[in-house]
């Protein structure tokens, strides 16, 4: 039997010229961070996961060393113990769950239970735009074979992105499922903007209903459960969210409460594969749709496609898409291939072992850093 031998963490800092506008961040991002783990068992193999930067894990490494790789659900509990106490340790969760599949021989998705090999990605912007702009983006994703979009609304500049949702209706008919995404869940450190009023929401969930919008993202904060539920009373547009909402329980309680129709933890910010892949499953014999968040890098995404393909099989998954501002390349640095869906816009899963990742060392060398941050 191996062992778990070392983590290893390395951060590094893609430089972002011109700078992301990402629209769920007031500050034009001049750079994209990525943290690195690794975790090395006594036989050679090496398992990677990305996603939190870790801050705050120094120390905690030796709970794993001379473990069982394969003895998922006591590091499961570790985690989580961590998570109370210092940071979110779920990027290494996703690189125990590439060493065990590196182990086993098996792709983790199969290991999970395997449902589907296969997921239809949706194009997922990151950027409020002029109607005019972004017509150009939903065409680009229909030419590029998606069949589902989200654009993305924010309050300075509100009637405009709606009338962007209505120019993109007309634009492309029903050739496209458009959701919306608002991002009032949650918000960045020096962000000290308030998040919707439930007025506020169902004003703008009214305007949605008009343009048949698939479904409605993060309209409150993440714990206003009682204006989650009332907004589902209030409109016919399924409610989305819980992206990085962080405990079991309170997902529990946004079940319970019937707040969301769509729920979407990011297995490298929250939970981990190892307890996600059993909310999937109850998220899914509630009646509900599980489809991750994935808006950071490819190895995030990777394991959010595989966590989803071997447990419930959601009928969309995300994929960051807003070129020219957000592309591949820049999304998958720190991978030798990027991920890709096909014509059709479906996401075929490796049949490799582990994630089926394989990172690109001469571009983590470039982009070595002493920290993960978004601004030099
Ligand atoms: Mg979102």
């Given at each position: 039997?191996?062992?778990?031998?070392?983590?290893?963490?390395?951060?590094?800092?893609?430089?972002?010229?011109?700078?992301?506008?990402?629209?769920?961040?007031?500050?034009?991002?001049?750079?994209?961070?990525?943290?690195?783990?690794?975790?090395?068992?006594?036989?050679?193999?090496?398992?990677?996961?990305?996603?939190?930067?870790?801050?705050?894990?120094?120390?905690?490494a030796r709970y794993f060393?001379?473990?069982?790789?394969?003895?998922?659900?006591?590091?499961?509990?570790?985690?989580?113990?961590?998570?109370?106490?210092?940071?979110?340790?779920?990027?290494?969760?996703?690189?125990?769950?590439?060493?065990?599949?590196?182990?086993?021989?098996?792709?983790?998705?199969?290991?999970?239970?395997?449902?589907?090999?296969?997921?239809?990605?949706?194009?997922?912007?990151?950027?409020?735009?002029?109607?005019?702009?972004?017509?150009?983006?939903?065409?680009?994703?229909?030419?590029r074979g998606f069949t589902?979009?989200?654009?993305?609304?924010?309050?300075?500049?509100?009637?405009?992105?709606?009338?962007?949702?209505?120019?993109?209706?007309?634009?492309?008919?029903?050739?496209?499922?458009?959701?919306?995404?608002?991002?009032?869940?949650?918000?960045?450190?020096?962000?000290?903007?308030?998040?919707?009023?439930?007025?506020?929401?169902?004003?703008?969930?009214?305007?949605?209903?008009?343009?048949?919008?698939?479904?409605?993202?993060?309209?409150?904060?993440?714990?206003?459960?009682?204006?989650?539920?009332?907004?589902?009373?209030?409109?016919?547009?399924?409610?989305?969210?819980?992206?990085?909402?962080?405990?079991?329980?309170?997902?529990?309680?946004?079940?319970?409460?019937?707040?969301?129709?769509?729920?979407?933890?990011?297995?490298?910010?929250?939970?981990?594969?190892?307890?996600?892949?059993?909310?999937?499953?109850?998220?899914?014999?509630?009646?509900?749709?599980?489809?991750?968040?994935?808006?950071?890098?490819?190895?995030?995404?990777?394991?959010?496609?595989?966590?989803?393909?071997?447990?419930?099989?959601?009928?969309?998954?995300?994929?960051?898409?807003?070129?020219?501002?957000?592309?591949?390349?820049?999304?998958?640095?720190?991978?030798?291939?990027?991920?890709?869906?096909?014509?059709?816009?479906?996401?075929?899963?490796?049949?490799?072992?582990?994630?089926?990742?394989?990172?690109?060392?001469d571009a983590l060398r470039?982009?070595?850093?002493?920290?993960?941050?978004?601004?030099?």
């Amino acid at each position: 039997m191996s062992r778990i031998k070392s983590i290893e963490i390395s951060h590094h800092q893609l430089p972002l010229e011109p700078p992301f506008p990402a629209s769920w961040d007031p500050v034009p991002r001049e750079l994209f961070p990525c943290t690195i783990v690794r975790v090395h068992d006594d036989e050679g193999r090496v398992g990677i996961g990305s996603g939190d930067a870790m801050h705050g894990f120094a120390g905690f490494a030796r709970y794993f060393v001379g473990q069982d790789p394969l003895d998922i659900d006591r590091h499961y509990t570790v985690l989580s113990n961590i998570g109370f106490h210092a940071c979110r340790p779920w990027p290494l969760d996703a690189a125990l769950w590439d060493l065990a599949g590196k182990t086993r021989g098996e792709p983790v998705w199969r290991m999970l239970g395997g449902t589907t090999d296969r997921i239809r990605a949706y194009a997922s912007t990151g950027v409020r735009r002029t109607p005019r702009q972004m017509t150009r983006v939903a065409r680009a994703a229909v030419e590029r074979g998606f069949t589902a979009l989200k654009l993305r609304i924010g309050d300075d500049t509100l009637e405009e992105n709606l009338a962007a949702v209505s120019a993109v209706r007309d634009a492309v008919g029903d050739s496209l499922e458009l959701m919306v995404d608002c991002n009032q869940g949650w918000r960045m450190p020096w962000d000290t903007s308030p998040p919707w009023e439930l007025a506020t929401a169902v004003k703008v969930a009214r305007r949605l209903e008009d343009e048949r919008v698939h479904w409605m993202e993060e309209p409150l904060d993440r714990g206003d459960y009682e204006g989650h539920a009332a907004l589902r009373q209030e409109t016919s547009v399924p409610i989305a969210g819980g992206e990085v909402t962080r405990e079991p329980y309170e997902f529990r309680e946004l079940l319970r409460r019937e707040c969301l129709d769509v729920f979407q933890p990011d297995c490298v910010f929250t939970m981990g594969i190892s307890g996600l892949r059993h909310l999937a499953r109850e998220v899914a014999a509630a009646g509900k749709t599980f489809t991750p968040h994935t808006w950071g890098n490819g190895i995030g995404l990777m394991a959010n496609l595989q966590l989803t393909a071997g447990t419930s099989g959601a009928p969309f998954i995300e994929f960051p898409f807003d070129p020219p501002e957000w592309t591949t390349e820049r999304r998958d640095f720190m991978l030798t291939r990027t991920i890709e869906p096909d014509d059709e816009g479906w996401i075929k899963l490796p049949d490799t072992p582990g994630l089926g990742i394989e990172l690109d060392e001469d571009a983590l060398r470039r982009t070595r850093s002493e920290s993960a941050a978004y601004t030099g």
